[in-house]
């Protein structure tokens, strides 16, 4: 899995795949971090590519003892589906 880099100049997490790539915007308020929006380039949408980077941002967001506030349709459905880190949503 790549790594997770947080690029704070843009407001988003980042992920590299095959030379893409995949991000997440986001912002942080109130002890949350709110996720925006989340985007895989064409030719990696549908191959698992935005919830690898969901799963590393869960990762951060546990990790840092914070909450995830998602906007962005993608960021709940996958939120709300996964067991192991549903209890992360605010």
């Given at each position: 899995m790549?790594?997770?880099r947080d690029n704070a100049a843009q407001s988003r997490y980042e992920i590299d795949v095959d030379g893409e790539i995949v991000?997440?915007?986001y912002w942080r308020a109130?002890?949350?971090?709110?996720i925006n929006w989340v985007e895989a380039?064409?030719?990696?949408?549908?191959?698992g590519?935005?919830?690898k980077l969901m799963t590393l941002v869960a990762?951060?967001?546990?990790?840092?003892?914070?909450?995830i506030m998602p906007m962005c349709g993608y960021a709940a459905g996958w939120l709300r589906a996964?067991?192991?880190?549903?209890d992360l949503i605010a």
């Open positions: 790549s790594e997770l991000f997440a915007d109130d002890g949350k971090l709110i380039p064409p030719k990696l949408r549908g191959t590519a935005a919830g990762e951060q967001a546990k990790g840092e003892g914070v909450r996964s067991k192991q880190y549903r």
